[in-house]
């Protein structure tokens, strides 16, 4: 069973851009979280998607937003980024289900905003 | 809202070494996952804890939870280079639809 993948693995962007990053569960999860780690936070939760629809959404600025597509596949964007949007983005995929029980996640991509 | 803290925050053991990780939560723990990740890449489940005394193995690590004390340990026997890496673990939240995580412990095994 493939795991779960994300693309690109890395970025580089100029602060004012937009990025999309992309996430590819593992085959038959409905649910795909997104987090964000940085040195300084830790790793924070950003936003949830489950059967097309962001169930829970973390603190963070109207900047970052997501989606999730009828196969599951979700992209998160970030707009009009920030220095201090450099971090790993991960995101992490479950079985159906309303509870996380056990997330598996990607390799991540490593963005870096210059 | 809920945190989790670890201690230490890094640690270095020489090869064969003992040692030991954990994971305070501010709130009660519902269920408590330990992660390890290499610097970079993704995070690898290791094991999930439940109930409160539950303790799980898998190869040298063991994992305990402590539920009346809020708390988790993660133990490693007899450390390997393999095992450095960054031990995180994490908690459901109240909705229990996302994970929060303590932010690490980092762990280098000197060969």
Known sequence: KAGVTQTPRYLIKT????????CSPISGHRSVSWYQQTPGQ??????????ETQRNKGNFPGRFSGRQFSNSRSEMNVSTLELGDSALYLCASSPSGPKVNEQFFGPGTRLTVL | S???????????VQEGKNLTIN???SKTL????W???????GLIFLMMLQKGGEEKSHEKITAKLDEKKQQSSLHI?????????IYLCGADDQA????????GTTLSVSS
């Open chain 2, 77 to 85: 026997t007899a450390s390997q280079p393999s095992h450095a890496g």
């Open chain 1, 42 to 51: 830790g790793l924070q939760f950003l936003f949830e998607y489950f059967s």
């Open chain 1, 15 to 22: 602060r004012g851009q937009q990025v999309t990053l992309s």
């Open chain 2, 30 to 33: 519902y269920g408590l996952y």
């Open chain 2, 35 to 41: 992660y390890k990740q290499k610097y970079g890449e």
């Open chain 2, 96 to 103: 229990g639809t996302a994970l929060i995580f303590g932010k």
């Open chain 2, 23 to 25: 994971c305070t939560s």
């Open chain 2, 2 to 12: 809920q945190e989790l803290e670890q201690s230490p925050q890094s640690l270095i």
